[in-house]
């Protein structure tokens, strides 16, 4: 049949992808389609492995057309300075914000990046700001990232010298967001808070409730390291 490719046959997967390659570039700079332009930059990455070219491909979409998925793999060049692109986390958090701020799928992860480098301060001139990390880490928990809900238990478990007081109940709601999303210490921290009675009452049965879910989800992790080992 007609457009068929025979996969065992060198030749035709070259062909076959040669012109998947200039339908993405087709997309991208005639079309002016965004998605075409990420596909593009994925097909210049993975198939071509030219992460100098990728890198171009990403900056254009990021900068002109603002495409999130974009601006998120820009800001990730930079933190290693991939593609030849400067090492700068500034710049990455630049990349990262607008990922953030203009939504899609990688939005989520790109506002816990956002929340990381103001936390830790290492991409901002005056140093750490934990009302921007918490904010964004806030945005990213919204969006069911798992480790931005586990790092806000935390920050209200510690509060900080800044203003933030430490506040059990809310440690203990963003603990059990966590552990809803998956996450094996969110799910071992709010166990604790229920045994202790650490912004809650004290609560044995639910704390060993999640407990349990914390041991499922240590054991389903240490089988997915050993399948990715094999």
């Keep these: ?14 062909q076959f992808l040669d012109n998947l390659g200039v339908e993405y570039s087709f997309q991208c700079y005639k079309e002016k389609d965004p998605e075409g332009c990420q596909r593009l930059a ?5 198939v071509k492995k030219n992460y100098e070219s ?24 930079h933190i290693t300075g991939k593609g030849g692109v400067t090492e700068c986390l500034k710049k990455a958090y630049s990349c990262f ?12 992860d790109a506002c816990h990046n956002v929340g990381l480098l103001a936390h830790d301060g290492r991409a901002l001139e005056g ?18 990232f798992a480790p931005s809900c586990f ?21 203990l709601k963003y603990a059990n967001r966590a552990c809803e999303l998956g996450h094996v210490w969110g799910c ?26 914390a041991r499922k989800l240590h054991g389903l992790e240490k089988e997915r390291q050993l399948k990715f080992g094999d």
């Design 151 to 171: 790092n806000l238990s935390a920050m209200y478990i510690k509060g900080d010298s800044k203003g933030l007081a430490p506040d059990m109940t809310l440690a």
């Design 42 to 46: 994925d097909y210049i990455e993975g």
């Design 97 to 108: 914000m607008r990922s953030c701020n203009a939504g899609g799928k990688k939005s989520a």
């Design 54 to 77: 990728a890198a171009q491909v990403l900056k254009h979409n990021c900068e002109t057309n603002g495409h999130g998925e974009s601006c998120y793999k820009l800001g990730a060049y």
């Design 127 to 144: 140093g750490p700001d934990f009302t921007v990390g918490r904010m964004y880490y806030e945005k990213a928990c919204s969006g069911g």
């Design 1 to 14: 049949m007609a457009g068929l490719v025979n996969f065992e046959d060198e030749n035709e997967v070259k």
């Design 188 to 213: 071992a921290n709010a166990s604790r808070m229920y045994r202790l009675g650490d912004g809650t009452e004290k609560d044995e049965k639910k704390a060993e409730e999640l407990k349990n879910r």
